[in-house]
């Protein structure tokens, strides 16, 4: 079993940055993804960013071009740089791993932008 353990949440104001970072620990496997996800209050969880073992990246249109979402695979870290931060971005943001049709998710971090 993987276990995921997040880090660098916390307040900043508008137009700020924050990285958060997922360790994972465990039995991690060949060729597994990482993701990003994210829940605001009275909203759907949505997908924020991934990215697969050889690097490539997908990104959710509300955080292109602000978000950028990396790894470090000798570490089995994931990273997600977070610039220009507007209230909106304001949830509760998940680590995710997965390989195949199994997946595994962090506790979650908060995330709060302020005006």
């Known amino acids: 079993q993987v276990q995921l353990v997040e880090s660098g949440g916390g307040l900043v104001q508008a137009g700020g940055s924050l990285r958060l970072s997922c360790a994972a620990s465990?039995?991690?496997?060949?060729?597994?993804?990482m993701a990003w996800f994210r829940q605001a209050p009275g909203k759907q969880r949505d997908m924020v960013a991934a990215i697969t073992m050889i690097g490539n990246t997908h990104y959710d249109d509300a955080v292109k071009g602000r978000f950028t979402i990396s790894r470090n695979n000798a570490k089995n870290e994931t990273y997600l740089q977070m610039n220009d931060l507007k209230p909106e971005d304001t949830a509760v943001y998940y680590c995710v791993y997965r390989y195949g049709q199994y997946e595994t998710w962090g506790q979650g971090t908060q995330v709060t932008v302020s005006s």
């Open positions: 465990g039995r991690t496997l060949d060729s597994y993804n």
